[in-house]
């Protein structure tokens, strides 16, 4: 059995997504294509060597039992202390999880901007879903009796999102060729697609709705990077 169990979870960590992860995933429907979703991945990755460790090491008592100890101490361990341990290493990592959950990034980007799903990522690209509900602390002041998002706060996400995927620098420099097209109303989905140019230093981004609609869109320098 823990052969086997050995084999399950051990093959994952070579050919991903790993054994804990898949059994997150499924619990949680929210991970996939949230902020989260990668150190979720990697606190996932750890927990599933733990149990790998765990499957061999119980696996190499029970196999001492069955050859070099007596039928009794064999049926006390394999009948009810391997078990044991077994929901001690259950409950005591779902204590941990707990507290590392409490220290992972929420969907929630900023100032109540929801992250619905991260469409596209790769090194120096990214496209992500969002949702400014009227809530969102960026109307605060601006136009009470008509609420629109303010330039700065669309720099503000913008930026935000360039350090999470591409950890660029948190503070504007300048910018380049901005174009605010359509105001941006409460309570809607916005796609922000962004392009990071290393060698320039430049954070290129475009917020659309979800057909062909454009919001704002423009280049950003930030501090700390090439003029």
């Known amino acids: 059995m823990n052969g086997a169990l050995l084999a399950a979870f051990g093959s994952t960590l070579f050919a991903p997504p790993t054994m804990i992860f898949r059994f997150a995933t499924l619990q949680d429907k929210s991970i996939k ?16 060597w733990v149990w790998c460790g765990f ?23 394999n009948g009810g202390i391997s078990y044991i341990l077994m929901g001690i290493l259950f409950a005591g990592e779902l204590v941990v999880r707990k507290m590392t959950d409490k220290k992972m990034p929420k969907d929630i980007l900023a100032h109540g901007v929801i992250v619905k799903k991260v469409l596209h990522q790769t090194e120096d690209a990214a496209s992500v879903e969002l949702f400014i509900p ?10 009470p009796e008509f609420k629109l998002l303010p330039a700065v706060a669309q720099f503000d996400l913008v930026i935000r999102l360039g350090a999470h995927f591409f950890g660029t620098p948190l ?24 392009n990071y140019n290393r060698e320039a230093g430049s954070l290129t981004f475009k917020i659309s709705d979800t057909g062909a609609k454009i919001y704002a869109g423009g280049t950003l320098i930030l501090d700390g990077t090439a003029p």
């Open 33 to 48: 294509g949230s902020l989260a979703e990668k150190r979720i991945e990697a606190y996932c990755r750890k927990v599933t």
């Open 55 to 77: 499957f061999v090491l119980n696996g190499g008592i029970a196999f001492y039992t069955v050859f070099f100890a007596s039928d009794a101490l064999w049926s006390i361990y």
């Open 134 to 143: 009227a809530e969102c602390e960026y109307f605060d002041g601006h136009f």
């Open 171 to 194: 503070l504007l420099k300048t910018s380049r060729r901005i174009k605010f097209s359509t105001p941006i109303f409460p309570n809607i989905r916005v796609i922000v697609t962004l």
